[in-house]
């Protein structure tokens, strides 16, 4: 079963645009992962976020995590080409369980 | 290496054929979990080890797939009698507990 839903599944911008990619449950989780993953390679973590309402900026990057701890956004300002990879979202539910979103991939286009 | 490992990169097996595939993980993560992944999609939870035990096995498609870790360190997930459903990019990830995880680049599985 399916909990975590990514939208858009798919997304191609031009460089130099704006996004915001979303990560929405019915479940509570404990804290909220974001992943980038480049072909042939695994997923690498870009943040964690556990309070409800946070917003956390890594660079270009704002991750935020809604008030009831179901739902995260991805938001990229200025996308570069070097952003382009499948981006996931993954919740946890107590200690060691991940569930994982269905992943958006982004392409940007120079 | 510092990483978690991942072999083979690459498997080929003809249908009902069994298949093991490995994984390394980083030294003194205690948890380790295997995830499938189809078509470049979300990934799908199969398996997590504590040590050497599996308290959660809930995610195992069907009993043609099982998993063993020994000495607190290096797994192999078996696959018996391989279907074509089975295709599919298997990760592993370990990580201390309550830490995020890190993972490996994955067994790209191809059922012939």
């Known amino acids: 079963t399916q909990l975590l839903e990514q939208s858009p599944q798919f997304l191609s911008i031009q460089e130099g645009e704006n996004l915001t990619v979303y990560c929405n449950s019915s479940s509570v989780f404990s804290s909220l992962q974001w992943y980038r993953q480049e072909p042939g390679e695994g997923p690498v973590l870009l943040v964690t976020?556990?309070?409800?309402?946070e917003v956390k900026k890594l660079k270009r990057l704002t991750f935020q995590f809604g008030d009831a701890r179901k739902d995260s956004s991805l938001h990229i300002t200025a996308a570069q080409p070097g952003d382009t990879g499948l981006y996931l979202c993954a919740g946890a539910q107590g200690t060691y369980k991940y569930i994982f979103g269905t992943g958006t991939r982004l392409k940007v286009l120079a | 290496g510092a990483g978690v490992s991942q072999s083979p990169s690459n498997k080929v097996t003809e249908k009902g054929k069994d298949v093991e595939l490995r994984c390394d993980p980083i030294?003194?993560?205690?948890?380790l979990y295997w995830y499938r992944q189809s078509l470049g999609q979300g990934l799908e939870f199969l398996i997590y080890f504590q040590g050497n035990s599996a308290p959660d096995k809930s995610g195992l498609p069907s009993d043609r797939f099982s998993a063993e870790r020994t000495g607190g360190s290096v797994s192999t997930l078996t696959i018996q009698r391989t279907q074509q459903e089975d295709s599919a990019v298997y990760l592993c990830a370990s990580s201390r507990l309550s830490s995020p995880l890190h993972f490996g680049n994955g067994t790209r599985l191809t059922v012939t």
């Open positions: 030294s003194g993560h205690t948890a």
């Open positions: 976020v556990v309070t409800g309402g």
